[in-house]
């Protein structure tokens, strides 16, 4: 079955950088787009950015551009989301989702299981 | 960016009710809308995309609708198992912004 498998919980400093990986099985890799998308505690839902795991091409929401980075290696069917100079209000579980697309629509799903980092001094 | 206002944000309800969640998008989203269920500890599940289309293994009471830009969700005769938040989501334009949330509680 199509599934996200997500990278375990991660406790950071603030000002330090962290990478969550997302592995895909059960489709083609290249075919889909993933985006990431987070959850501060008892909040709602924010979306961070996509990435092509085909081109390798991403598009990143304003406020993280220049501290966010996602990165894909296709010999493991793994994208990577990676978050720097880390502030206590990054702490979040930050979720992985493929986009569906069908003109004219397009959904998430699946998505992963979720990442908690917390940025903790 | 595309603001998307959900209504309520929580409301009680007992197994039975016929529920409806609301969403505004400020601007034209054609059919660019999906609902999303989550529990606590768990991550988002599609319910419906496409504003109508009911994602393969809901269960058929709950049910989209779009009028222009307002969007609904209905859950016809709730069950213990729907008690959840709710989110609906545009996918027309980045960033595909969320609205808040409707937290659906056991009266």
């Known amino acids: 079955q199509v599934q996200l498998v997500q990278s375990g919980a991660e406790v950071k400093k603030p000002g330090a950088s962290v990478k969550v990986s997302c592995k895909a099985s059960?489709?083609?890799?290249?075919?889909?787009?993933i985006h990431w998308v987070r959850q501060a505690p008892g909040q709602g839902l924010e979306w961070m950015g996509w990435?092509?795991?085909?081109?390798?091409?991403?598009n990143y929401a304003q406020r993280f551009q220049g501290r966010v980075t996602m990165t894909r290696d296709t010999s493991i069917s793994t994208v990577y989301m990676e978050l720097s100079r880390l502030r206590s209000d990054d702490t979040a579980v930050y979720y992985c989702a493929r986009v569906v697309v069908d003109i004219p629509a397009a959904w998430f799903d699946p998505w992963g299981q979720g990442t908690l980092v917390t940025v903790s001094s | 960016d595309i603001q998307m206002t959900q209504s309520p944000s929580s409301l009680s309800a007992s197994v039975g009710d016929r529920v409806t969640i609301s969403c505004r998008a400020s601007q034209s989203i054609t059919t660019y809308f999906n609902w999303y269920q989550q529990k606590p500890g768990k991550a988002p599940k599609l319910l419906i995309y496409s504003a109508s289309s009911l994602q393969s293994g809901v269960p058929s009471r709950f049910s989209g609708s779009v009028s222009g830009t307002d969007f609904t969700l209905t859950i016809n005769s709730l069950q213990p198992e729907d008690f959840a938040t709710y989110f609906c989501q545009q996918s027309y334009s980045t960033p595909h912004t969320f609205g808040g949330g409707t937290k659906v509680e056991m009266k």
């Open positions: 059960g489709y083609t890799f290249t075919g889909y787009f």
């Open positions: 990435i092509n795991p085909n081109s390798g091409g991403t």
